[in-house]
C-alpha cells in the first residue's frame, strides 16, 4: 500500500472515531442537534422576512374586517365585539400559524434536505424539534402583533397578569401541540402544495365553526353542538377568560368543554403531544432509512 493510500486510509478511519465519539450524553446530544435544529429555522426568518410578514397579514386583516366591517352587524350581550373577537383572532392565528410545520417539512422533504440531515451525525429527532420549535417562536410573534393591532382598535386586558400570562401560555401549548399534527401530516404527505390543501379543509371549520367570532348559541342544532365541543371553542373560551374579556353574568353553554375550558385545551393538547410526536419519529425514521 502507498503512503498516500495509508493515509487516506487513516484519515478516513480518524474521521470515523470522530463521528461515533461524540462528546456528552444522548440526552446532551439531543438537545445540541434540537438546538442546531431550531436556529436554522429561525435564522430563516431573518433571512427571507416575507415568511413572516405574510404569516402576520392576514390575522390583521381578520381584526380589521371583523371590527369595522362586520362588527356593527354582530351582536354580543353584555360585551363589546371587539373584546369577544380578540381571543378568537389569537386562537385563529397561532392554529393557522402551526400549519408551517407541515408545509416546510413537506418542503425540506422534497428539496431533499432531510437526505442530507440524514449524513450527518445527529438525532434524527431533533430536525422534528427544531421544527416545531421554529414554529413557535413564529407564533409567538405573531401573537405579540395581533395583542399590539387589538390594543389600537380598543382591546384590553382586563384580568391581572398571572391569568393573563396564562392564557398566553395556553395559547402557546395548544399552538405546538398542533405544530405535531402538520408536521406528521408533512411527513406523510410529502408535498406543500398538498399539505395546504388539506390544512385548509381541517382549520376552516375547526375556526369558522366555533365560537370565535360568533357566540355558539347562536349556531344551528349541529353545527352549535360542533362548536361546543370543538377545541378551538374551548381554547377561545378560556382565552376570553383568562384575559377577563367575558362579562360577568354572561350565559355560558352548559357543554362541559365551555364550561371547564382551560381543563380540556390541556387535556386535548396532551394528547395531540402523546399521539402525534411518537408517529412523528417513527414516520421520520422509517423515511431515513
Do not use: C
Not at 474521521?15 to 439531543?30: K, M, V
Not at 368543554?257 to 412523528?280: C, D, E, K, N, T
Amino acid at each position: 500500500m502507498s503512503t498516500t493510500a495509508r493515509a487516506s486510509g487513516g484519515s478516513t478511519a480518524a474521521l470515523s472515531t470522530t463521528l461515533q465519539a461524540e462528546p456528552g450524553t444522548p440526552f446532551s446530544r439531543f438537545l445540541s442537534d434540537g438546538y442546531v435544529a431550531t436556529w436554522r429555522n429561525i435564522k430563516k426568518i431573518v433571512r427571507v422576512p416575507d415568511i413572516l410578514v405574510f404569516t402576520l397579514i392576514q390575522p390583521i386583516m381578520f381584526v380589521l374586517l371583523f371590527t369595522f366591517v362586520f362588527g356593527s352587524s354582530i351582536a354580543v350581550p353584555g360585551e363589546n365585539y371587539t373584546s369577544f373577537l380578540m381571543a378568537g383572532i389569537f386562537a385563529q392565528t397561532i392554529v393557522f400559524g402551526s400549519t408551517y410545520s407541515g408545509s416546510a417539512m413537506a418542503q425540506d422533504l422534497k428539496d431533499g434536505i432531510i437526505d442530507r440531515f440524514r449524513t450527518l451525525p445527529m438525532n434524527g429527532s431533533a430536525v422534528l424539534v427544531g421544527r416545531t420549535v421554529g414554529d413557535l417562536v413564529i407564533n409567538v410573534l405573531s401573537l405579540v402583533v395581533m395583542m399590539g393591532t387589538g390594543f389600537v382598535v380598543g382591546w384590553r386586558v382586563e384580568s391581572s397578569v398571572p391569568s393573563f400570562l396564562a392564557g398566553v401560555g395556553l395559547l402557546m401549548l395548544f399552538s405546538y401541540a398542533f405544530s405535531w399534527v402538520m408536521a406528521f401530516l408533512g411527513l406523510v404527505v410529502r408535498s406543500p402544495e398538498v399539505i395546504n390543501n388539506a390544512s385548509f379543509l381541517i382549520l376552516f371549520p375547526l375556526t369558522f365553526i366555533s365560537n370565535a367570532f360568533v357566540p355558539s348559541e347562536n349556531l344551528p342544532g349541529p353545527l352549535r353542538v360542533f362548536a361546543e365541543w370543538n377545541p378551538v371553542s374551548a381554547l377561545v373560551q378560556a382565552a376570553r377568560v383568562l384575559f377577563g374579556n367575558v362579562p360577568a353574568g354572561a350565559p355560558v353553554a352548559d357543554a362541559w368543554p365551555l364550561q371547564h375550558p382551560a381543563i380540556y385545551v390541556l387535556g386535548f393538547a396532551v394528547v395531540m403531544l402523546v399521539v402525534f410526536v411518537p408517529l412523528s419519529i417513527r414516520r421520520f425514521a422509517t423515511l431515513s432509512r
